[in-house]
Nanobody, 124 residues
Framework: QVQVVESGGGLVQTGGSLRLSCRAS????????MGWFRQAPGKEREFVAT????????HYAASVKGRFTISRDNAKNTVYLQMNSLKPEDTAVYYC?????????????????WGQGTQVTVSS
């Protein structure tokens, strides 16, 4: 059974940085696109960033483009989300997901396995 486990969340001040990590078990990690999503209290889950299986292609939500960077290390079955210049509106639970396909996608329906999430809180 595939497990997806996020780590690295925490409390940071406005303008600060955090790096989230996500390790997914299973031999298919290197052929799966990966994504990060987030959900703030009272809001729907939203797309943050996605990366193709090879790591060559990435896409970002407009709200985080230029501040967040997604990357992956297939040898470690791990995907990362480097978050810089954090804002209070970035406060949310961040979820990592493994996709059905090799490519990128902002659609949560294209993701098969999800982690439990890690809390990111940005104080003003």
């Amino acid at each position: 059974q595939v497990q997806v486990v996020e780590s690295g969340g925490g409390l940071v001040q406005t303008g600060g940085s955090l790096r989230l990590s996500c390790r997914a078990s299973g031999r298919s990690f290197s052929v799966s696109g990966m994504g990060w999503f987030r959900q703030a209290p009272g809001k729907e889950r939203e797309f943050v960033a996605t990366i193709s299986s090879s790591g060559v292609t990435t896409h970002y939500a407009a709200s985080v483009k230029g501040r967040f960077t997604i990357s992956r290390d297939n040898a470690k079955n791990t995907v990362y989300l480097q978050m810089n210049s954090l804002k209070p509106e970035d406060t949310a639970v961040y979820y990592c997901a493994r996709g059905y396909y090799t490519g990128t996608s902002p659609n949560p329906r294209d993701y098969e396995y999800w982690g439990q999430g890690t809390q990111v809180t940005v104080s003003s």
